[in-house]
T-cell receptor
Framework: AQSVAQPEDQVNVAEGNPLTVKCTYS??????LFWYVQYPNRGLQFLLK??????LVKGSYGFEAEFNKSQTSFHLKKPSALVSDSALYFC?????????????FGSGTRLQVQP | SAVISQKPSRDICQRGTSLTIQCQVD?????MFWYRQQPGQSLTLIAT?????????ESGFVIDKFPISRPNLTFSTLTVSNMSPEDSSIYLC????????????FGPGTRLTVT
């Protein structure tokens, strides 16, 4: 079985400060990892993915994420937070080995950036 | 960029009735999926919509309750049958585009309230 955990329900950060949203995963093979963002009253938007290769992946809106196999983590980061980054963030995983594209989502982390 | 639309955007329905949700994409996609997001919770995959054949359902979801059609490469419907208040959720379709493997892009969602 595959699963992802987002240990923080909410993260608060001041505008201009770096932000980190945590994600850990549990799979029995090679994971494909994703971050999505959900703004209020808007759909889910793809931010970035890790498939293979460089452990640091860059995505939309200045976000990046670091894949750490030994710690089974895929934390989302941004060097300088904006108030407009305030949203709900989801980590997701699937195992290509299974032949299925079913995304398993974490519980979500609400990011609040204070001016 | 491609547009994914869903109809209706929201609806309020009485228990025991059925609602059909449409998902339309303005370019060809390789895969289509249906997810449910219950109030305050994460996303759960209902099924993969297969073109011209029966959908592939996840554990806990059955065809009699959530019949799905996908008559062509750009259109799919999800019906929520014999609704109860527990079916109140946001229903989202997602797609994978050719050339952007493993990235799922989501429609705006259909907010369903069952009274």
């Amino acid at each position: 079985a595959q699963s992802v955990a987002q240990p923080e329900d909410q993260v608060n950060v001041a505008e201009g400060n770096p932000l980190t949203v945590k994600c850990t995963y549990s799979v029995s093979g090679n994971p494909y990892l994703f971050w999505y963002v959900q703004y209020p009253n808007r759909g889910l938007q793809f931010l970035l993915k890790y498939i293979t290769g460089d452990n640091l992946v860059k995505g939309s809106y200045g976000f990046e994420a670091e894949f750490n196999k030994s710690q089974t983590s895929f934390h989302l980061k941004k060097p300088s937070a904006l108030v407009s980054d305030s949203a709900l963030y989801f980590c997701a995983v699937f195992l290509l080995d299974t032949g299925r594209r079913a995304l398993t989502f974490g519980s979500g982390t609400r990011l609040q950036v204070q001016p | 960029s491609a547009v994914i639309s869903q109809k209706p955007s929201r609806d309020i329905c009485q228990r025991g009735t059925s609602l059909t949700i449409q998902c339309q994409v303005d370019s060809q996609v390789t895969m289509m999926f249906w997810y449910r997001q219950q109030p305050g919770q994460s996303l759960t995959l209902i099924a993969t919509a297969n073109q011209g054949s029966e959908a592939t359902y996840e554990s806990g979801f059955v065809i009699d309750k959530f019949p799905i059609s996908r008559p062509n490469l750009t259109f799919s419907t999800l019906t929520v049958s014999n609704m109860s208040p527990e079916d109140s959720s946001i229903y989202l379709c997602s797609v994978e585009f050719q050339g952007r493997s493993y990235e799922q892009y989501f429609g705006p969602g259909t907010r369903l309230t069952v009274t």
